[in-house]
């Protein structure tokens, strides 16, 4: 039969041959366009069905989550902004007076949520020459109260003006902190947008070495990208699809990053056909033919390992899953059907200057790649032992990381008024003032509840008004409030928590239930440990299983996911020396390690499918041993690539004024670096040099015969090279 792979047949007509026929071409394009056109004005609005309030993080069974829900039967949902003031020689009586004025001004106000009359204060911190006051400012929640907060505190920052004349005035608490957050979120979208955009188009221009062809993967992918948001936007406004500001912050990246990948490897065994074959729509259909199921199975798998996200208690991680594999399907539909026809309808010219003719040499058979496996090819054993020691000492600064959850002070890379607030809050009043425990209990057992709250380790007694009659009833129900000693996100207030739940559980028929912000913290921190636990394994089981279907093996899916979790270990260490003793970051948070797996394993697989497929390509024609020089030959350069895009749109998390989405990229690109330039290209490749035709166990491409040494052809007795005369 002829060898297709030269270009001596023509592709059999399939899906590939329709995507870049020579007229179906034209109509893959125009409903792309349709598609784009329709999903434009759905994609803007996807920030008004975003749903960042307490709920849609919290695990669902959580106990905070439930008082949560049963409190809003007691009274509105309110949210409490406290503002400070302090000079610290005393407030005088021009200072007293102007707080006065500031808590008239605020009752007055009306709008955003804020509910005059309410208003609690001023509360000295001493009845004699005091120093500091607060002043309470509860902000009404309901469904659109999170995107009313920030404007609310900027009215009441416009009524009580800023720190002056040695008078120190700042808004914290829950609600300016919320602001805070806010306002570090508001732009999230528009900034990630740009910042990955400019990122893939300086990555595709150093990779192509083409100002021409860089358009159309970004063509492609900024459809794909408003494509995706319309569909989210769509199930989460007409199927309870739960979408926050991270799911659809890490949507832009994954689609980005994911869609340039794909159109990387697709363009590099293009660009291959193109030099075997003189038709672009043949050369494309074959590229299609061939590199389509690795690009198919990658995105397989990073959908797959998304919805594994579904099984997470946190509502946060288990929201991400489906927007994050929506985002991934539908990068991977552009790239397979609107990409590959751009590029046909263009022609070879995309490519100018380099642009690919009919017979011009492949330059990757003898470029660094090629150069670099050879090399390990010399001494495979030694190579990928030295690699994995190398590694597993990286792996050793897990014993910095210290992730336990990182407090708001702790949380901006820069230092906004609510954290200074605070600071100066916890120097006057109790630290936990402004954001109290929440106790909710059945109404004849409240005063003995109250009582046990009072005495417990880490709360303030005064600060509890025992019932009956001095706190909220509903339904025979009692709503209990208790201020705590120590800051509301310090590790101190999380115990304080569990010594009063397991105090008031043990109250007899009272059925007590205790939230609160510090509960939430408390709880999202073990429904986060629990994801850890359950998740990475799943994700691990499901790469696992993508790997052996695709290449019919045993060993090789094996031997790739240990490179994945060594790999994985390594990032993680490095990151963690990284943030003490470069960035200087307090901690990270009990997500961090999950987040960062699930993206290093879901989205670096990609790498081991690229690769492991293309060698196993060519070791069904030439041997694995040849197979596994050739494959790195053809891929490690468009891997390196990929690599570098990817970990560049994950960096550009780092335009984010937030430590974990810093942490997040910066982590998530260090590790498709490692595994791009080492683990990929150095330790899969000696691995499988070293474990030959094995590696395909318990296909029958393990039973391959070795290759014989090559020597030298012994000459023949008698012939020219032994000087004697000439047979015949």
């Known amino acids: 039969m002829p060898d297709a ?37 759905l994609a803007q609005k996807l920030a008004d069905v975003q749903d960042n309030d307490a709920a849609s993080w919290l695990p669902g069974s959580a106990e905070s989550t439930q008082v949560l829900a049963e409190s809003e039967e007691f009274r509105p949902e309110v949210i409490p902004a406290v503002v400070v003031y302090a000079r610290e020689s005393g407030l005088t009586a021009a200072d007293q007076a102007r707080i006065a004025d500031d808590v008239a001004a605020i009752n007055g106000l009306r709008d955003h949520g804020l509910r005059g009359n309410e208003v609690r204060g001023p509360v000295y911190d001493r009845p004699d020459n005091p120093r500091a006051a607060e002043v309470f400012v509860p902000i009404t929640m309901d469904e659109k109260g999170w995107e009313r907060i920030a404007p609310a505190v ?203 003719h009919l017979g011009s040499p492949e330059p990757n058979e003898r470029g660094f790649w090629a150069r670099t496996g050879q090399s390990i090819a010399r001494r495979p054993r030694k190579t990928w032992v030295v690699t994995t020691l190398v590694l597993a000492a990286f792996a050793f600064g897990l014993t910095q990381l210290r992730a336990a959850g990182i407090s708001n002070a702790d949380s901006f890379t820069g230092k906004p008024d609510s954290i200074a607030g605070q600071q100066v809050q916890g120097r006057y009043f109790p630290a936990g003032s402004g954001d109290p425990l929440v106790i909710i209990t059945n109404t004849p057992q409240a005063r003995q509840v109250g009582e046990t709250v009072a005495v417990t380790s880490g709360v303030v007694p005064q600060s509890i008004a025992v019932p009956p009659g001095t706190a909220p009833e509903h339904n025979g129900r009692v709503l209990i409030e208790a201020t705590m000693t120590d800051r509301a996100d310090s590790a101190a207030a999380k115990d304080t928590v569990e010594r009063v739940r397991d105090a008031v559980h043990a109250v007899p028929d009272a059925d007590a239930r205790v939230g609160g912000g510090t509960a939430a913290l408390l709880d999202m921190d073990a429904a986060t440990t629990h994801d850890n636990y359950l998740i990475i394994p799943l994700v691990l089981a499901v790469v696992l299983l993508v790997l052996i279907v695709l290449l019919r093996s045993l060993i090789a899916p094996l031997l790739l996911i240990a490179t994945v979790v060594l790999s994985f270990a390594a990032a993680l260490g490095l990151s963690a020396l990284a943030f003490r003793y470069i960035f200087d970051y307090a901690g990270e948070s009990t997500d961090f390690p999950l987040f960062v797996f699930v993206f290093l394993v879901a989205l670096g697989i990609d790498y081991n499918i690229f690769l492991s497929t293309r060698i196993r390509e060519e070791a069904g024609r030439q041997g694995t041993r040849a197979g596994v020089l050739t494959g790195l030959a053809a891929t490690g350069a468009v891997i390196t690539s990929a690599g570098l895009v990817l970990a560049g749109t994950f960096a550009a998390l780092g335009t984010l004024p937030m430590v974990a989405f810093a942490e997040i990229g910066f982590a998530v690109a260090l590790g498709v670096l490692l595994d791009t330039l ?51």
Request: with cysteine; charged share 15%.
């Open 678 to 728: 080492v683990v990929r290209s150095v330790l899969v490749t000696s691995l499988f040099l070293d474990v030959g035709p094995k590696v395909w166990w318990p296909h029958r491409m393990s039973r391959e015969e070795p290759e014989p040494p090559q020597r030298e052809p012994e000459p023949v007795a008698g012939g020219p090279a032994s000087g004697g005369p000439t047979a015949g």
């Open 154 to 356: 900027d009215s009441v920052r416009d009524e009580t003006g800023t720190s002056q004349s040695g008078l120190a005035v700042h808004i914290t608490g829950p609600g300016g902190t919320a602001a805070d957050f806010s306002e570090a979120f508001e732009g999230i979208d528009s900034t990630l947008l740009f910042a990955a955009l400019a990122v893939v188009i300086v990555m595709l221009l150093i990779t192509f070495r083409s100002p021409t062809l860089l358009l159309v993967p970004v063509i492609a992918v900024v459809g794909a990208l408003i494509a995706a948001q319309a569909v989210i936007y769509l199930l989460a406004k007409h199927a309870d699809l739960t979408v926050n500001g991270q799911s659809a912050g890490i949507l832009t990246v994954l689609v980005f990053g994911a869609g340039t990948d794909y159109a990387l490897l697709l363009v590099a065994r293009y660009r291959e056909e193109l030099r075997r074959h003189e038709d672009r729509h043949e050369a494309m259909a074959l590229a299609l033919h061939r590199a389509g199921p690795a690009v198919l199975a990658s995105g397989a798998t990073v959908v797959l390992g998304m919805l594994v996200l579904l099984a997470a208690e946190m509502n946060s991680t288990s929201g991400l899953g489906p927007v994050a594999a929506i985002g991934v399907a539908v990068a991977l539909l552009a790239m397979i059907t609107l990409f590959p026809a751009l590029l046909v309808i263009f022609g070879r010219w995309i490519f100018w200057p380099a642009i690919p």
């Open 5 to 41: 792979h030269r270009g001596q047949v023509r592709p059999q007509k399939g899906v590939a041959h329709l995507v870049c026929g020579r007229r179906s071409k034209w109509v893959v394009v125009a409903l792309w366009l349709v598609v784009i056109f329709l999903a434009a004005p």
